[in-house]
């Protein structure tokens, strides 16, 4: 069956191709077991799209990468992974907003530092960048109801 909004997405994302131009997708994690099994997984999704965006890659704890942190507004304290889509980490999905800051919901459990994103959320928004909202918003951790800290 034909979908009109996949559709115009490939419209969309062959326009920007012709132009020479991808969009970007900025991931950062850190060298660290739990931030390593996250990184895993998205680059699992990441690689059905590595032809409409480029991908880049940031190490959070390299001095050179402060700078990119800064720029997007992520968090100056600890985070150990995030998902920034042409400067966008935070999208309205079926109601909800998502945040693409923290572990992603397959984590569960692991402490301090969970968010309230999926992968297939993920997928979502990078077949339809529309979802993602134009001012980016840091989720807010709830300390009060966290069961351990972080395993980082």
Not at 13 to 32: H, N, T
């Amino acid at each position: 069956m034909f979908n009109l909004k996949i559709f115009t997405v490939f419209l969309m994302l062959g326009s920007v191709l012709s132009a020479g131009k991808l969009p970007v997708i900025d991931v950062f994690y850190k060298d660290k077991e739990p931030s390593q099994r996250a990184l895993k997984k998205i680059k699992e999704v990441l690689q059905d799209f590595d032809n409409a965006y480029q991908i880049r890659y940031f190490l959070i704890d390299a001095e050179e990468t402060n700078a990119k942190i800064e720029e997007y507004g992520l968090p100056s304290t600890h985070f150990p992974v995030a998902v920034v889509i042409d400067g966008k980490f935070t999208a309205e999905i079926d109601g909800k907003t998502i945040y693409f800051v923290h572990f992603p919901l397959f984590m569960k459990g692991i402490g301090r530092h969970e968010a309230n994103w999926s992968l297939n959320d993920l997928k979502k928004v990078l077949v339809d960048p529309s979802l993602l909202t134009d001012e980016n918003i840091l989720p807010v951790l709830d300390e009060a109801a966290e069961t351990s800290e972080c395993e980082e």
